[in-house]
């Protein structure tokens, strides 16, 4: 690969030139990427924000992550997060950090994955703007925007004793297909695309869910129609998520463990499927399905007894409970 391919070879406005036309645009852009600023317009007069980042080596792995799949991911995180507050995906402002010596190819691909997540996900939200940096390891930063429409978001803190628990979306999936990806995709104990390969065609479901994975977002907005009391997407585990929920409303909440399904199903994360609370009177909407009841006191229960595992992902600990 010579110079003329790579991040440092070209620079930052010939990447750039090459990048913004495969990247999509916003239904609510007033003005998008070229400019010191994006201008979003902002039809109920609030707006929901939210960012995350994706870090080569506890995020994400290159041997088994194409670029394509990392430009999906982090709109799928992102978008996830927007769709829990029961609100519709508008905007992405997207910056990467990256090795000079990175190929343009690979934002490139990026920037694909990011489109066709959208249009997948979330149709009319585009990327707005973002920003472009060197750095040793190569890390994605999205910055999603959303509109609640007229509606009051849907926070952790609204779930209430009768409540009933369900979930949209895919329970353990993500968690198995990184477990197969850790047991069969590794050569001499390191992550090696040789290995994984075969895996995404043996398992497409469950390393599809790891690496470009699906989550429901446009039932975030039926949610709150609904008049979901809580919701949050399921990030970092099932159990570890819920007992957010908990906490923050003053309460506990009952997991039918048949209607869970696995252990990793409550310990695996980065499904990020909407777990929401309905009051007891509610009709599930559609894409939604129960998993159990909220009840007085605290913390996470499984069959009415205490869940106490400490599984699920923690960005400074790694994934707990056996899941990688």
Known sequence: MSTADTLGGIGESATLARIFPRLPAASHQLLGPGDDAAVVSAPDGRFVVTTDMMIHGPDFRLAWSSPFDLGWKAAASNLADVAAMGAVPTALVVAIAAPEHTAVSVLEGIADGLREGCEFLAPGCGVVGGDLSASNTLTITVTAFGDLEGRAPVLRSGARPGDTIAVAGALGEAAAGLRLLFEQGTLDGEPNAAAAAPLRERYPELVGAQLAPRPP???????????????????????????????ASGVALNLDSVLVGSREALDGGEDHSLLACFPPQATLPEGFRPLGVVTAGGGVLVDGTEYESLGGWDPYAGWNGGVG
């Open 217 to 247: 977002i446009g039932h975030g907005r039926l949610a709150a129609i609904a008049g979901a009391t809580a919701m949050l997407d399921l990030s970092d585990g099932l159990a570890l998520d819920a007992r957010r929920v908990a906490r």
